[in-house]
């Protein structure tokens, strides 16, 4: 009798001694949790590589200034994903940069009035804070310590949406997305410094 007491005793103080396990961390996907708006006033359109992105969804939404864009104020603000929809890109800037699939498009309704830029950096659920910094914006999206940068850069046709680890051009490149504007632009970026097409 007293053998079993003890044998459950230390079978009961093995148990609390074990080391809790640790809750492991879910990682960014750049391909899928970034993609591009076309927004206005209230609401807007998303293109993302993902087909799964639920209703109720926050979205941030990034406008980084750059030349030849309307606005150079960077502005941020949250929407939230309304619904999967057949295509919401009237004129069909949004899909030139993904595969043969295409992107999938999701109708958003945005928290505030918007008065930026109408396309702009869509991030789908990011680990940490975005803010803007000075004339840039940046954030830790993966969670890993570093904070991630934005970057607009026009070719002849179109503009390359860019998000970089680190500095623009000197840090590690992350994610890019082409929008096809529809008419010249005077470039001020070269190939190899919007890394392109994916």
């Not at 949790?33 to 209230?42: F, K, L, M, S, W």
């Not at 570093?146 to 860019?162: L, P």
């Not at 082409?178 to 008419?183: C, F, P, R, S, T």
């Amino acid at each position: 009798m007293i053998a079993m007491i003890l044998a459950s005793a230390c079978s009961g103080e093995s148990k609390t001694q074990a080391p809790p396990a640790v809750a492991s961390k879910s990682s960014f996907n750049y391909d899928q949790q970034i993609g591009i708006a076309n927004v206005h006033e209230r609401d807007g359109c998303l293109a993302a590589a993902n087909p799964s992105i639920k209703p109720g969804t926050k979205v941030t939404l990034v406008d980084q200034p750059s030349e030849h864009l309307a606005f150079d104020t960077p502005a941020i603000t949250e929407a939230t994903v309304a619904d999967v929809v057949p295509d919401c890109d009237n004129h069909h800037l949004l899909s030139t940069e993904l595969s043969l699939s295409g992107p999938t498009y999701y109708r958003l309704g945005l928290e505030k009035p918007w008065s930026g830029n109408d396309y702009v950096f869509a991030i789908i659920d990011p680990s940490g804070p975005v803010a803007v910094n000075g004339k840039n914006i940046e954030g830790d999206l993966d969670g890993d310590g570093t904070k991630e940068s934005f970057r607009i850069c026009m070719s002849s046709e179109g503009a390359h949406y860019q998000v970089w680890t680190g500095e623009p051009l000197s840090g590690r490149p992350r994610w890019h997305w082409y929008v096809y504007a529809g008419y010249d632009i005077t470039p001020n970026c070269t190939e190899k410094e919007y890394f392109g097409p994916k």
